[in-house]
């Protein structure tokens, strides 16, 4: 049975680099919770503090693009954010999301139709509906899943290996 879940959406462009998610002078700070109000500042200084728990990021291609800091998944996800859907995703941000259980979904079509502050409706590995329309998208291998469902890589070893209540 698929997960379905609903999010309010904000809206970014093609080559969001980890330099734009997290900018690198915040990197020294101890935590990523510490680092979070920073996220996407160099583009959006705002968005940090306006984005909730729940909430979806759509974007255009190559999202994650840049140096392969693991931080930025980390801060997207401690962010609260469910989920991003873009075009394409960089090669190593994608890894890396998955490694700390954030999920990632490619759409070519969505970011040209979502409205900024507009709810969809995603049903993993089968669909996003947003505006009444229905978009396709790809299911992810089920290793991965369980990776993103456990919360990580490090829990889903620690769960696979019960070491894990």
Request: hydrophobic share 40%; net charge negative; proline share 5%.
């Amino acid at each position: 049975m698929s997960e379905t879940f609903t999010g309010k959406v904000w809206v970014l462009g093609d080559d969001i680099d980890t330099d734009i998610i997290i900018p690198t002078e915040y990197l020294a700070l101890k935590t990523v919770q510490d680092m979070t109000p920073y996220a996407f500042s160099p583009l959006r200084p705002e968005l940090a503090s306006q984005i909730k728990p729940g909430d979806i990021i759509v974007a255009g291609k190559n999202f994650g693009c840049g140096s392969s800091r693991e931080q930025a998944p980390e801060i997207i996800k401690a962010l609260g954010i469910r989920c991003v859907i873009a075009r394409s995703f960089a090669r190593i941000f994608f890894r890396n999301s998955i490694n700390n259980g954030l999920l990632l979904i490619e759409n070519p079509d969505l970011r040209d139709v979502v409205t900024e502050g507009e709810k969809i409706e995603v049903t993993v590995g089968e669909k996003v509906v947003c505006d009444g329309k229905e978009y396709p998208i790809a299911s992810l291998p089920q290793n991965l899943m369980d990776i993103i469902n456990a919360g990580g890589l490090v829990k889903a070893m620690r769960q696979l290996n019960g070491l894990e209540d």
